[in-house]
Nanobody
Framework: QVKLVESGGGSVQAGGSLRLSCVGSGYTSCRYEMAWYRQVPGKEREVVAVLDGSGRPSYIASVKGRFTISEENGYTLNLQMNNLKPEDTAMYYC???????????WGQGTQVTVSS
Protein backbone atom coordinates (compact mmCIF):
# COMPACT_ATOMS: atom_id res chain seq x y z
CA GLN A 1 0.00 0.00 0.00
CA VAL A 2 1.12 3.52 -0.71
CA LYS A 3 2.29 5.30 2.40
CA LEU A 4 3.50 8.86 2.86
CA VAL A 5 5.20 10.06 6.03
CA GLU A 6 5.97 13.71 6.69
CA SER A 7 8.66 15.01 9.00
CA GLY A 8 10.54 18.20 9.73
CA GLY A 9 7.84 20.28 11.36
CA GLY A 10 8.40 22.18 14.55
CA SER A 11 8.22 25.54 16.27
CA VAL A 12 10.25 28.48 15.02
CA GLN A 13 10.31 32.23 15.34
CA ALA A 14 9.20 34.46 12.51
CA GLY A 15 11.96 34.74 9.95
CA GLY A 16 13.24 31.26 10.63
CA SER A 17 13.41 28.27 8.32
CA LEU A 18 12.24 24.68 8.25
CA ARG A 19 12.62 21.90 5.73
CA LEU A 20 9.76 19.43 5.50
CA SER A 21 10.20 16.00 3.98
CA CYS A 22 7.70 13.41 2.85
CA VAL A 23 8.98 9.89 2.34
CA GLY A 24 6.85 7.63 0.20
CA SER A 25 6.75 3.87 -0.10
CA GLY A 26 4.60 1.14 -1.60
CA TYR A 27 4.91 2.19 -5.22
CA THR A 28 7.32 2.04 -8.11
CA SER A 29 6.43 5.38 -9.66
CA CYS A 30 4.03 8.02 -8.38
CA ARG A 31 4.97 11.34 -9.91
CA TYR A 32 2.00 12.55 -11.91
CA GLU A 33 1.48 15.33 -9.40
CA MET A 34 3.15 15.99 -6.07
CA ALA A 35 2.08 18.66 -3.64
CA TRP A 36 2.17 20.14 -0.17
CA TYR A 37 -1.01 21.33 1.50
CA ARG A 38 -1.67 22.97 4.82
CA GLN A 39 -4.66 23.27 7.10
CA VAL A 40 -5.58 25.39 10.08
CA PRO A 41 -8.30 24.15 12.46
CA GLY A 42 -11.68 25.36 11.30
CA LYS A 43 -10.49 26.17 7.80
CA GLU A 44 -10.30 24.30 4.53
CA ARG A 45 -7.12 22.56 3.54
CA GLU A 46 -5.28 24.63 0.94
CA VAL A 47 -2.61 23.79 -1.58
CA VAL A 48 0.73 25.45 -0.92
CA ALA A 49 3.06 24.12 -3.60
CA VAL A 50 2.75 21.70 -6.50
CA LEU A 51 5.33 19.88 -8.57
CA ASP A 52 4.24 18.18 -11.75
CA GLY A 53 5.84 15.12 -13.31
CA SER A 54 7.98 17.28 -15.56
CA GLY A 55 9.49 19.12 -12.63
CA ARG A 56 7.51 22.32 -13.01
CA PRO A 57 6.68 23.94 -9.67
CA SER A 58 3.85 26.27 -8.77
CA TYR A 59 3.07 28.04 -5.52
CA ILE A 60 0.31 29.83 -3.74
CA ALA A 61 0.99 33.55 -3.95
CA SER A 62 1.66 34.02 -0.25
CA VAL A 63 4.67 31.69 -0.26
CA LYS A 64 6.32 32.60 -3.56
CA GLY A 65 9.94 33.50 -3.07
CA ARG A 66 9.99 31.88 0.36
CA PHE A 67 9.12 28.20 -0.21
CA THR A 68 10.67 25.73 -2.63
CA ILE A 69 9.22 22.35 -3.50
CA SER A 70 11.50 19.61 -4.77
CA GLU A 71 11.66 15.86 -5.18
CA GLU A 72 14.45 13.33 -4.82
CA ASN A 73 14.54 10.00 -6.64
CA GLY A 74 10.77 9.59 -6.86
CA TYR A 75 10.27 8.84 -3.17
CA THR A 76 11.07 11.96 -1.17
CA LEU A 77 9.18 15.21 -1.55
CA ASN A 78 10.64 18.26 0.18
CA LEU A 79 9.42 21.71 1.06
CA GLN A 80 12.08 24.22 2.01
CA MET A 81 10.43 27.04 3.93
CA ASN A 82 12.37 30.24 4.50
CA ASN A 83 11.44 33.53 6.14
CA LEU A 84 8.54 31.89 7.90
CA LYS A 85 5.64 34.02 9.05
CA PRO A 86 3.00 33.44 11.73
CA GLU A 87 0.43 33.00 8.96
CA ASP A 88 2.34 29.89 7.86
CA THR A 89 1.34 28.14 11.08
CA ALA A 90 -0.63 25.03 10.10
CA MET A 91 -0.57 21.29 9.78
CA TYR A 92 1.29 20.48 6.58
CA TYR A 93 0.41 17.46 4.46
CA CYS A 94 2.03 15.94 1.43
CA UNK A 95 0.00 14.48 -1.41
CA UNK A 96 0.93 12.35 -4.39
CA UNK A 97 -1.17 11.46 -7.42
CA UNK A 98 0.28 8.57 -9.37
CA UNK A 99 -1.84 8.83 -12.52
CA UNK A 100 -4.38 11.11 -14.12
CA UNK A 101 -7.78 10.35 -12.63
CA UNK A 102 -6.34 7.88 -10.18
CA UNK A 103 -6.23 7.86 -6.40
CA UNK A 104 -4.44 10.52 -4.45
CA UNK A 105 -2.45 9.61 -1.38
CA TRP A 106 -1.94 11.69 1.74
CA GLY A 107 0.42 11.67 4.66
CA GLN A 108 -0.68 12.18 8.26
CA GLY A 109 0.76 15.66 8.50
CA THR A 110 3.46 17.51 10.38
CA GLN A 111 2.80 20.59 12.49
CA VAL A 112 4.51 23.90 11.78
CA THR A 113 4.18 26.67 14.32
CA VAL A 114 5.65 30.12 13.74
CA SER A 115 5.70 32.61 16.58
CA SER A 116 5.99 36.36 16.19
Amino acid sequence: QVKLVESGGGSVQAGGSLRLSCVGSGYTSCRYEMAWYRQVPGKEREVVAVLDGSGRPSYIASVKGRFTISEENGYTLNLQMNNLKPEDTAMYYCRRACTYGGSAYWGQGTQVTVSS
